[in-house]
């Protein structure tokens, strides 16, 4: 059993940054490919980064590639999701997840946080 909990979202405008923390309990922690997925008001949740067990191996959404970093720190049992030059549409709540499979639908992740609201204005 894994539970996860985020932190750091917040109101930015256009052009800033924000990082994201996700503290996760359970020993099992480290086996788990970890993720972000993100929820815009009338939209459906889409995927957005996960890193794999390792730390090593990431996968990003084409939408935030080069702009956003995913990381972990398997010691301290978190995952990060630093955003840079942030945009008004990625204004969403942003949720943590986690699961065994490295992939990019929601069904592939078996747990999640609470989510937490990132706003942009623009």
């Known amino acids: 059993q894994v539970q996860l909990v985020e932190s750091g979202g917040g109101l930015v405008q256009a052009g800033g940054s924000l990082r994201l923390s996700c503290a996760a309990s359970g020993r099992t922690f480290s086996i788990y490919t970890l993720g972000w997925f993100r929820q815009a008001p009338g939209k459906e949740r889409e995927f957005v980064a996960a890193v794999k067990a390792s730390g090593r191996t990431t996968n990003y959404a084409d939408s935030v590639k080069d702009r956003f970093t995913v990381s972990r720190d398997n010691a301290k049992n978190t995952v990060y999701l630093q955003m840079n030059t942030l945009k008004p549409e990625d204004t969403a709540v942003y949720y943590c997840?986690?699961?065994?499979?490295?992939?990019?639908?929601?069904?592939?992740?078996?747990?999640w946080g609470q989510g937490t609201q990132v706003t942009v204005s623009s």
């Open positions: 997840v986690a699961g065994i499979r490295f992939g990019v639908q929601a069904n592939e992740y078996t747990y």
